[in-house]
């Protein structure tokens, strides 16, 4: 018997803790609202069913359990209650998956007044790269890194000269502007995650892969990385920062871009022409 | 009613297998150690996995006790964290439960449902034992090899897996665990021809496919899915191993680690995820199946009550199967493949859940107007359906692909698959000891000690993995060792990862008294007798228990009708034997 | 993946196949009775062995099918340069088919009875297989002569490992034919020797036809067929 009561609980219990824990996901900021309330969706649909399936149990345990003289019904099977079940489980998949893939759609979709920014992960730590004035990033590749060039930035690709460089720092937003992020791996995998978008994607070493978000808050956010990459894994963290416009402009002035990062060393060689005759 | 007259049954000879005398094994390291006999193999197979399983639980303490109180086990460095959970992944999927379930049930169940004398090539399986230890045994080196076992997640995925940022990647460990790794995919080849030749072939007189007992039904399509799916991982482990040790650049490409440029260039780590999970996913199943088929004849033998629907049961269960094929991307939606493949791969994934959905309702439909007797197995059988319909729904919301992307690779991941996969099949293993255990040695386990083994388990387990969905939900990744106090996590996690990490440590305690039952209940159970369950399937209608090598005496049963007549309405008992004819004679080993 | 999805493919149509003939529509709780109401579905009168290395060979199918899907993803990428074919692989394939042709002689043979037939055959195969694992040393010296070292370039690298993969199957079958021989001339029973020499006949066929799909694949027809077959679509 206590089985059947057991069986009660663990549904009261679960249903309780759903409901009054604080444990709960946290509060959004970026465009994404669907992803969450296609979750919600899935917790009623599932929930009920998970509740209705062992409460079920219970009560058959508890009704239908051995005494004296019991004897089982005797029946093979029911094609026309199988039939239903069957049904209304397909409507329940249909009503949690529809929904899915239409906000998956979005999801993958780019609008396109998102502007571009790029992420490089590398072993254990975030950089970023923004278009310059040009508003085109250029190309770049883990066979051109360098300790002068740690991005792999192309030095030949013109329009990579303006491209603003932060590395290993803090990345800016401006709100409300929907973003396309870029994302780059110079040597594993890596997961650019922030739990507050919604939004992640693992970025491979060799191509560039991307996701899109609209910021719909200011604040400060942490990054983390969501695919095993390596001892550091677990501190590989970072800051995303969601500033008003003229917060943004402000921050963006006083960054430097790829050429001027990369002049001192070209200053050196000059210095040497000089002084070789 | 299609009844065959007794005289028509008379008229057919009992099948004969020529040289009993080949069943007489000769000396003592032929009977006992060297044995062809599949029951003694089955408790080698199932004594190595769980002495590997024991490893394996002592590795998820260590973790669980750096994630509750991290910071305060220093020797729990974070390569040790990521050896451990790598460690502990690998072996509770591959060397504990595939082996278990295949090797182990398979081994012993197979022959004695369908009324073999044996399996079809005893020596090969001989030798899939022997293969299997020795992959074991290479395993277990790589905790002494210089620089420890790989911390490579038991995912390997390149190019991490193989380089030096990861433990063991550029030391033994990583090529150990692949060695490892093929050679368990060849002893288990060896194993799984047998399994399912002998499904094929073995077969008594009069054992249909549709008389066979659903055991046989999961652990013989898990077989089949295992064959076609384990050559993924030994493909991508070959082409691993070329990279790492040859230098190939089949999944490596041009990358800077720590400043330096690596020779690789132009490989795909997707390429591998493909693989791996082409793999994958199907092991998932191959693991899960089994205990659909066990859980099923649990529940009808202790409700003593037919299983509700048999036949869309095992179309279920093949359905499952090939389905199972077409859907390992689902475990990539944040990979950086094509996005496109999320619809595809979403769509398949949510449809498996119909086949499933069928057999868990085809599981309480036969509690349903049943009789039933709660005993030990019928508890953990019950266990099973919460534990498992908990995880599968959880497999709902990751299979929904853009619900899949804020969790995916955080703690909800974990929880889902320990439910599903961690608790729900091990609670069926422990459900099937108990069940078998009296057939296996002639007596019956300890009945305090299960109940107290149950009770704890199944609380104990549902309290360690219910609340660490929340801890995903909340946005905490997986494989870390510790996450600390971001500002996102808005109410603190810690006290309920300590939480969890007590009650992990209590469950795992409890295993302990069932080992101990194991042992102690070999000579001071109570006696058993041939048929304790009063079961209808042809292991329990042996003239001898423990069963001999053999299985049967002189004669091999005839199978009158199928597995599940409980209850049949004006049978003078409340089950009647499938080798029993019907004609008021009693079956062998009833008598 | 796409290969080796077509190969589960045909190999579900098989299994849907005799499941259905297995009567898996049938409601097993009305038939009472030794063989239950379809008694022809009983255990088939095929010998197990060769049902045995039936479901191996299946196995062996999806491996290579594999190497083909990894094959093809990897041949997407930009830095894949296909390898010359050495001329000497077309010698190895006529060898390769004059084994297989022996081994069938000898199962002829066997099936009448006319053991020295039988010997002979066994051993021609043995000699004409061991040529051929000759000739692949051969290939591969050749080409790693010529500079394309297995790590140079990922076709290579998939030259070497198909070849090689397909190569150690050969050996693990010259195994197995060197027991029949010794059978042939030792204790083996008529029918002990025609079935074994049957099954060594079923395996080499097998692997023949496997390196023919691995030729085919290697040399690059088998991408070009899937681009006219594009083109076609298109
Ligand atoms: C036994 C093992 C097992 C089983 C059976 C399952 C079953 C399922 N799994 Fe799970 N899964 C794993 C083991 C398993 N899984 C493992 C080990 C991982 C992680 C690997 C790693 O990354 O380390 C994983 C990860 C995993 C992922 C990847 C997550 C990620 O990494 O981002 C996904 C995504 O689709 C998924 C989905 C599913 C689904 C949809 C099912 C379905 O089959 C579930 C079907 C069952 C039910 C749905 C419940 C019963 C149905 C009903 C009661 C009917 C009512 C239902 C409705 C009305 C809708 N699983
Ligand atoms: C069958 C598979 C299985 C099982 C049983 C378990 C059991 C447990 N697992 Fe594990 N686990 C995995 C498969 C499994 N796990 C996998 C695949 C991963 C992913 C690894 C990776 O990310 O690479 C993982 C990872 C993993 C993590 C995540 C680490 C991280 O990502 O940071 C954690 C953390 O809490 C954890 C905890 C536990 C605990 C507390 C138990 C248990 O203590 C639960 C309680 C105990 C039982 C339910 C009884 C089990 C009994 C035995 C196993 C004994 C042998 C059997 C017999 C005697 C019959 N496991
Ligand atoms: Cu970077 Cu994990
Ligand atoms: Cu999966």
Redesign the pocket.
Same mark, same amino acid.
């Given at each position: 018997m206590a089985i059947a009561l057991v069986l009660v609980l663990v549904v009261v219990g679960s249903v309780l803790f759903h409901a009054l824990s604080p444990w709960w996901w946290t509060p959004i900021a970026s465009n994404w609202g669907y992803i969450d309330s296609t979750l919600i969706i899935t917790f009623w649909i599932t929930g009920a069913v998970f509740a209705a399936v062992v409460l079920f149990m219970a009560y058959c345990v508890w009704r239908f359990r051995h005494k004296e003289g019991n004897v089982a019904h005797y029946e093979p099977e029911n094609k026309r209650l199988e039939w239903w079940l069957t049904i209304l489980t397909g409507l329940g998949v249909t009503a949690m998956l529809v929904p899915g893939l239409f906000v998956w759609s979005q999801f993958v979709t780019v609008p396109a007044d998102a502007t571009e920014v790029e992420v490089i992960a590398q072993q254990w730590q975030w950089s970023y790269r923004l278009p310059g004035a040009d508003g085109k990033l250029g190309t770049s590749g883990s066979h051109l890194v360098s300790p002068e060039n740690p991005l792999g930035v192309n030095p030949d690709d013109p329009n990579g000269q303006d491209d603003v460089v932060v590395e290993a720092a803090d990345l800016h937003l401006p709100m409300d502007k929907p973003v396309k992020m870029l994302l780059r791996s110079i040597d594993v995998l890596h997961d650019f995650y922030v739990p507050e978008f919604r939004a992640k994607m693992d970025m491979i070493p060799g191509s560039v892969t991307y996701f899109w978000f609209t910021p719909t808050r200011t604040g400060t956010f942490e990054v983390l990385c969501a695919e095993?990459c390596g001892t550091g894994h677990g501190f590989m963290r970072g800051i995303v920062m969601i500033d008003t416009a003229e917060d943004y402009a402000t921050w963006l002035g006083e960054q430097s871009t790829f050429a001027q990062l990369s002049t001192p060393e070209q200053v050196g060689a000059a210095e040497q022409t000089v002084v070789r005759p | 009613m299609v009844d065959v007259t007794p005289g028509a049954v008379d008229v057919i000879p009992p099948a004969e297998v020529p040289e009993v005398e080949l069943y007489h094994p000769h000396s003592w390291w032929t009977k006992y150690v060297f044995s062809q006999d599949a029951k003694v193999i089955a408790i080698q197979y $199932?004594g190595t996995?769980?002495a590997i399983?024991?490893v394996?639980?002592v590795l $998820?303490?260590l973790?669980?006790l750096q994630?509750g109180f991290p910071g305060t086990f220093d020797f729990i460095t974070p390569e040790a964290?990521y050896q451990f959970?790598?460690m502990?992944?690998?072996i509770?999927?591959i060397y504990?439960?595939t082996a278990?379930f295949l090797g182990g049930f398979g081994n012993y169940l197979i022959p004695l449902m369908v009324g073999a004398r044996d399996m079809v090539f005893p020596y090969v399986n001989m030798l899939s034992y022997w293969i299997y230890l020795l992959a074991v045994l290479v395993l277990v080196a790589s905790f002494f090899a210089p620089g420890g076992p790989t911390g490579?997640?038991?995912?390997l995925y390149p190019p991490q897996a193989i380089l030096g940022g990861t433990p063991g990647g550029q030391q033994a460990g990583i090529i150990l665990m692949l060695v490892s790794l093929i050679l368990f995919i060849i002893g288990f080849t060896m194993g799984g021809l047998n399994y399912v030749v002998t499904v094929l072939q073995g077969r008594a007189r009069g054992m249909t496919l549709m008389r066979m007992p659903l055991t046989v039904w999961g652990i013989f399509t898990a077989t089949v899915m295992a064959l076609l799916a384990f050559p993924a991982l030994f493909v991508a482990s070959v082409m691993m191993l070329f990279d790492r040790v040859l230098g190939t650049s089949f999944f490596m490409p041009a990358l800077v680690e720590m400043g330096e440029q690596l020779s690789y260039g132009g490989g795909s780590p997707i390429l591998f995820q493909h693989l791996f999970w082409f793999f994958g996913h199907p092991e998932v199943y191959i693991?899960a199946l089994p205990a659909f088929g066990i859980v099923s004849d649990l529940i009808s033998t202790h409700a003593r009550k037919n299983i509700f629907g048999y036949r869309m049961m095992v179309w279920a269960i093949v359905g499952i199967g090939a389905l199972s094929f077409i859907v390992w991307a689902h475990h990539m939606y944040v990979s950086g493949m094509h996005p496109y493949f999320g619809f595809f791969f979403a769509t398949t994934t949510l449809i498996i859940a119909v086949p499933t959905a069928i057999k868990v309702y085809n599981w309480v439909l036969t509690l349903w107007r049943g009789d039933i007797h709660l005993t030990i197995p019928m508890l953990f059988a019950l266990a099973f359906i919460v534990t498992f319909v908990n995880g599968g729904l959880t497999g709902l919301f990751l299979g929904n692909v853009v619900v899949d992307v804020p969790l995916s690779d955080t703690?909800f991941v974990?929880a889902h698959?320990?439910m599903v996969?961690?608790?729900a099949?091990?609670?069926v293993?422990?459900g099937a000891?108990y069940h078998w255990y009296p057939k296996i040695t002639g007596r019956m386990l300890n009945e305090a000690l299960g109940q107290f083994h149950f009770w704890v388990?199944f609380v104990?387990?549902y309290a360690?993995?219910f609340p660490?969905h929340y801890v995903g939900l909340v946005g905490v990744?997986?494989?870390?060792?510790e996450i600390g106090e971001p500002a996102f996590i808005t109410a603190p996690v810690e006290n309920l990862n300590a939480f969890?990490?007590v009650?992990?440590l209590v469950?795992?305690f409890?295993?302990l008294v069932?080992?101990f039952n194991?042992i102690w209940s070999i000579w001071n159970g109570r006696e058993a007798g041939g048929n304790p369950w009063r079961a209808t399937t042809l292991e329990w209608q042996t003239s001898e228990t423990p069963p001999p090598h053999g299985n049967f005496g002189k004669e091999l049963p005839i199978v009158y009708r199928w597995a599940y007549d409980y209850s049949v309405p004006g049978a003078k008992e409340d089950f009647i034997a499938q080798n029993d004819p019907g004609t008021g004679r009693p079956a062998t080993g009833l008598a | 993946m796409s290969v080796i999805l077509v190969f589960l493919l045909v190999i579900a149509g098989i299994a849907g196949w005799w499941l259905l003939n297995q009567g898996v529509m049938s409601k097993p709780w009305l038939e009472h009775g030794p063989a239950g109401a379809l008694p022809e579905i009983d255990v088939t009168g095929m010998p197990t062995a060769k049902i045995g290395l039936g479901v191996f060979l299946a196995v062996v199918g999806c491996l290579f099918a594999l190497f083909a899907s990894a094959y093809f993803m990897r041949m997407e990428l930009s830095d894949w340069q296909p390898l010359p074919i050495p001329r000497l692989l077309w010698l190895n394939t006529g060898v390769l088919v004059l084994s297989s042709v022996a081994l069938q002689c000898a199962v002829v043979a066997a099936r009448r009875g006319q053991i020295d037939m039988v010997r002979l055959g066994l051993v021609t195969s043995g000699f004409t297989t061991l040529a051929f694992l000759a000739g692949q040393l051969a290939a591969w010296r050749e080409l790693s002569a010529s500079g394309y070292l297995l790590v140079s370039n990922p076709a290579n690298s998939f030259f070497y490992m198909i070849t090689g993969m397909h190569g150690l199957h050969i050996v693990g079958g010259l195994v197995a034919l060197a027991r029949t021989t010794a059978g042939a001339w030792g204790k083996y029973s008529p029918d002990r020797l025609r079935l074994s020499v049957e099954l060594c006949a079923m395996y080499w066929h097998f692997l023949l036809f496997v390196w023919l799909a691995v030729f085919v694949l290697l040399a690059g027809w088998a991408a070009d067929f899937i681009d006219i077959c594009r083109q076609l679509l298109t």
């Open positions: 095993l | $199932s996995a769980i399983g024991m394996a639980l $998820s303490w973790m669980r994630l964290y959970i790598t502990h992944g690998m509770m999927v504990l439960l278990l490579a997640g038991w995912t693991v703690m974990v698959f320990h996969m961690g608790v099949p091990i609670l293993i422990f000891i388990t104990g387990a360690i993995f660490m990744p997986r494989r870390y060792p969890i990490t009650a992990a469950v795992g409890a295993q069932f080992l194991l | -």
